[in-house]
T-cell receptor
Framework: NAGVTQTPKFQVLKTGQSMTLQCAQDMNHNSMYWYRQDPGMGLRLIYYSASEGTTDKGEVPNGYNVSRLNKREFSLRLESAAPSQTSVYFC??????????????FGPGTRLTVL | QQQVKQSPQSLIVQKGGISIINCAYENTAFDYFPWYQQFPGKGPALLIAIRPDVSEKKEGRFTISFNKSAKQFSLHIMDSQPGDSATYFCAASTKAAGNKLTFGGGTRVLVKP
């Protein structure tokens, strides 16, 4: 099993450009998440999808959109990139957010720089 | 506003020493407190977790201590090894909010040989 995979690993954008970060999991998990990681800020939730067909905003959703394409895939789109979106982006998945404790499994991350 | 505050931001410990990382939270509805470990260039991975109905949980050299009345919890790494050098994140979640994790700011631990 590959677990959670993310593409690309690195990306440099110019201000105003758009791009989509891809995430896929092969663990048959119901829930998927997008986080950004900035120094001293920990990981902050951008968007999440509790189950296929649903998406909800997290703590820092402005400037982003998401698509839960199917149970395996959850993409994050930056429509008009800004330097403030320079960060490391992590996708995660978990089995079931509704019952009991729930472990989130993280991908390797995408390092994005916006010039 | 950060609902989970973590300290220190970094610490250096000698091999064989004890590393202690502290976290404080505000939301009394939190009912699950995991710690994640992250190596450079990798995503975080679950290390150990605790629920508020116990005051301590130990797994190998890693121990979580939990103080519900003080709304604080801490990670102790006993007999620290160079391979423990990583960034550690505390987190908290509540079932009522769909088990979404709120993370602390992270602590970079360096274990010197």
């Amino acid at each position: 099993n590959a677990g959670v995979t993310q593409t690309p690993k690195f990306q440099v954008l110019k201000t105003g450009q758009s791009m989509t970060l891809q995430c896929a999991q092969d663990m048959n998990h119901n829930s998927m998440y997008w986080y950004r990681q900035d120094p001293g800020m920990g990981l902050r939730l951008i968007y999440y999808s509790a189950s296929e067909g649903t998406t909800d905003k997290g703590e820092v959703p402005n400037g982003y959109n998401v698509s839960r394409l199917n149970k395996r895939e959850f993409s994050l789109r930056l429509e008009s990139a800004a330097p403030s979106q320079t960060s490391v982006y992590f996708c995660a998945s978990s089995r079931n957010p509704q019952g009991g404790t729930d472990t989130q499994y993280f991908g390797p991350g995408t390092r994005l720089t916006v010039l | 506003q950060q609902q989970v505050k973590q300290s220190p931001q970094s610490l250096i410990v000698q091999k064989g020493g004890i590393s202690i990382i502290n976290c404080a939270y505000e939301n009394t509805a939190f009912d699950y407190f995991p710690w994640y470990q992250q190596f450079p260039g990798k995503g975080p991975a679950l290390l150990i977790a605790i629920r508020p109905d116990v005051s301590e949980k130990k797994e190998g050299r890693f121990t979580i201590s939990f103080n519900k009345s003080a709304k604080q919890f801490s990670l102790h790494i006993m007999d620290s090894q160079p391979g423990d050098s990583a960034t550690y994140f505390c987190a908290a979640s509540t079932k009522a909010a769909g088990n979404k994790l709120t993370f602390g700011g992270g602590t970079r631990v360096l274990v010197k040989p």
